[in-house]
């Protein structure tokens, strides 16, 4: 399963250090070189570590090809002050421009979002996507049906003292469910995967990152993810693949807006233990 170019391996054991999983040996006699151990392939997580880690490019996987992996390029790495900004401007939008986004724009991003960590290498992350207004409003206005159902009868415990407003809202013709945004993106996992939270979780994380360099803003859409765990009509308009109990939305387009400023936070609260 894996390939070694002996011209170009230095025998230096980096890859066998690297490997998770513990599946590369060095072969038998003097002139020795990197290989997989019997029955390593079946427990392979075919993460590519061996062929990232290997600074001479001897390494290869037969899933995970030498040629298929580009070479990390030093001049486009940030510095800490750049990575900084990068990670404090991003910011919740909720004002969108009326502007639909491309479907070339969303391929893209969907494309680096792939790239996010998965537990054990599972890559069960799956999409289901939505464009147009229209079609975003009726799955604000089922959300709203539901909430509601929930507020009726006045104050309850668990229901957020602002769902009434959400009701209110939409009555006068304001979506605050989904902020007449021109896309929802909905990343899902089956309630197999026991860290499918976790892994859609960080793909939305990745996506909602690389937005801005495409001019794009997203939100979590919080009010419809908790109708969308709840609501059967919901669920049923949204379509998810079946059995993917593991989900969250995230609204996608062009702000209306600009941000000039970064907003500080609380202070890290930490227990150190030693």
């Known amino acids: 399963m894996i390939e070694v170019d002996v011209s170009k391996c230095k025998q230096d054991k980096i890859c066998l250090a690297e490997c998770p999983m513990g ?6 006699g003097e002139e020795s070189y990197p290989e997989m151990v019997p029955g390593g392939e079946k427990v392979c997580l075919v993460c590519g570590h061996c062929v990232a880690v290997c600074p001479h490019g001897a390494m290869s996987h037969k899933l995970v090809p030498l040629e298929e992996c580009p070479p990390i390029r030093k001049e486009l790495a940030l ?3 750049r990575a900084v900004q990068f990670l404090r ?6 004002v969108f421009k009326e502007q639909a986004v491309e479907r070339e724009k969303i391929e893209r991003l969907l494309e680096i979002a792939r790239y996010a960590p998965t537990g054990g290498n599972s890559q069960t992350v799956q999409w289901t996507v ?14 709203v049906e539901w909430i509601r159902k929930l507020v009726e009868g006045g104050p309850k415990p668990g229901v ?3 769902m009434p407003l959400i009701v209110a809202g939409w009555d006068a013709g304001k979506d605050t469910v989904l902020r007449d945004a021109p896309a929802l993106l909905v990343a899902s996992c089956p309630k197999e995967n026991p860290n ?5 979780t960080l793909a ?10 495409m001019g794009l803003g997203t939100c979590w859409a919080g009010l419809l993810q908790r109708a969308l765990m709840f609501w059967e009509p919901l669920k049923g308009a949204v379509g998810l693949p079946e059995g993917h109990t593991n989900h969250y939305p995230m609204m996608l387009g062009y702000p209306k807006f600009r941000y000039y400023r970064l907003p500080e ?3 890290p609260r930490v227990t150190w233990r030693t």
């Open 160 to 162: 957020p003292a602002y």
């Open 89 to 94: 401007s991003r910011r919740s939008v909720r």
């Open 204 to 213: 939305l994380s990745y996506l909602e990152l690389a937005a801005p360099t």
């Open 79 to 81: 510095d800490l002050e």
């Open 130 to 143: 939505f464009t147009g207004k229209e079609k975003l409003r009726e799955l604000s206005a089922t959300a």
């Open 23 to 28: 599946i590369i040996r060095m072969g038998q």
């Open 196 to 200: 499918g939270m976790v892994d859609l």
């Open 265 to 267: 936070r609380r202070p």
